[in-house]
């Protein structure tokens, strides 16, 4: 890169209060590009207590960057969160104000929209780039029930081809989604300005621990999951495969760290496992993830492989590895070929199931001290934080140089009809 462009963000983004990729994946990330001369700030979507808010305020402030919540509406059903979004472009009007923002970096659809809501003159003033973190509108028909046939659907599908049309840059995880994503907005998005970032998690803490649990007693072996609980993450069969390796391996531990805990509670009593003193569920702060990560032997990362979830990177995958895990889970769902090839990832969908637990028992489980090493080594290769860095200052570079994308009055190319593509 010859020059250095001095920038301020404006990261958009929109979570629930149980959520914590501000916090696991965008901080460190953010720190990383702050360090390379981009000053972020972040306005985030949400609900739930002031607490939490007071929380991620602070860890932000602690990382020098600028923080502020917009609270969503949750009591008019599906209007409540539409209209919060449709009056989200006075917060991003006054935020750009305020903090003399000249990017806009929207994280998926509901802030796609608060963006497109706001002025032309106003937005066309602005820089954007588009985190379209997957294929979110196919989610919704994949693991929400949504018709992909309906007007819904249709109009998630309308936000995202407009702004992926307005955009300088768009941001996503795999080349499977680029492809999609590049198809749906035709010529008005070029394939240079749309970049694939990793999700790429800070080494430093996991290795600490690492360090501190050399010096801890050798405990049972542990089986865990990390992260977000729902339909695509397919719990009853994460406790099927549990109560499987159980069977096994005696000793088994069986760990779940989770801000889910009352639905965790449910699929536990649905199996009739509440009880179990073999199974340990806890609600874990990010911070502190690593030093419980490390206390185990195995991750497991199930995800319903269907159209949306080619689009998907699970942050998971580079925990568990940092933390000295192999993991066990589904294939094709993020950089699982690479890992299968470092020999710390198998299958653990039912035809591959028996072969992959023969692998625990033989391999792993004698071997632990050397599975650890190696998983971290492997998730220091392909899940580093400073390459994920190095692709997102790729795409902010990248904007300096999109004056081929704009007429001569400075605008984007008009929006196109939507493809079905699904």
């Known amino acids: 890169m010859t020059q250095k462009p001095m920038r301020n963000i404006l990261f958009i983004t929109w979570d629930s209060p149980e959520t914590h990729y501000l916090e696991r994946l965008f901080l460190p990330i953010f720190m990383g590009l702050q360090a390379r001369g981009y000053r972020f700030h972040v306005l985030q979507y949400s609900w739930g207590s002031e607490e939490i808010a007071k929380a991620r305020g602070a860890l932000c402030a602690k990382s020098d960057i600028p923080y502020r919540k917009i609270t969503i509406a949750r009591r008019l059903g599906a209007a409540g969160p539409f209209s919060s979004a449709v009056l989200g472009a006075r917060a991003i009007k006054h935020a750009v104000s305020d903090w003399q ?105 996991f290795a600490d621990a690492l360090r501190h649990f050399a010096k801890t007693a050798k405990k049972p072996f542990t089986l865990c999951y990390c992260g977000s609980i729902g339909a695509q993450y397919r719990l009853p069969e994460m406790l099927d495969i549990a109560c499987k390796m159980k069977t096994q391996i005696p000793e088994l531990q069986f760990r779940l760290f989770s801000q889910y805990q009352d639905v965790v509670q449910r699929a536990l009593e649905d199996k009739g496992l509440h009880e179990e003193s073999w199974i340990d569920c806890n609600a874990v702060p990010s911070e502190k993830v690593p030093e419980e990560l490390v206390q185990c032997d195995l991750g497991i990362a199930l995800r319903e492989p269907l159209f949306s979830t080619q689009a998907i990177l699970p942050i998971k995958l580079g925990e568990y590895l940092l933390a000295g895990l192999p993991v066990i889970g589904t294939p094709g769902i993020g950089n699982t070929d690479q890992l299968s090839d470092f020999g710390v990832f198998r299958s653990a969908e039912a035809d591959d199931l028996d072969e992959t637990l023969r692998w625990v028992v033989d391999e792993v489980l004698p071997n632990r001290a050397l599975m650890r090493e190696k998983s971290h080594a492997a998730g220091r290769k392909y899940f580093s934080l400073e390459s994920t860095v190095d692709s997102y200052e790729t795409a902010l570079f990248s904007i300096a140089k999109q004056s081929e994308l704009l007429d001569g009055q400075g605008h984007k190319m008009a929006d196109q009809p939507i493809a079905n593509d699904r």
């Open 101 to 205: 923002i000249d990017t806009l970096m929207p994280r998926s659809l509901m802030p796609a929209l608060a963006v497109l809501r706001m002025k032309k003159s106003a937005r066309d003033a602005l820089n954007i780039v588009f985190d379209a973190d997957g294929l979110a509108a196919d989610e919704r028909v994949d693991f929400g029930g949504l018709s992909p046939h309906g007007i819904t659907y249709r109009f998630l599908r309308d936000i995202e081809g407009a702004l992926l049309r307005r955009s300088d840059a768009v941001l996503t995880r795999t080349e499977s989604a680029r492809s999609i994503l590049l198809a749906r907005a035709g010529s008005a998005l070029k394939p240079q300005n749309c970049h694939v970032v990793s999700n790429g998690v800070d080494a430093g803490p």
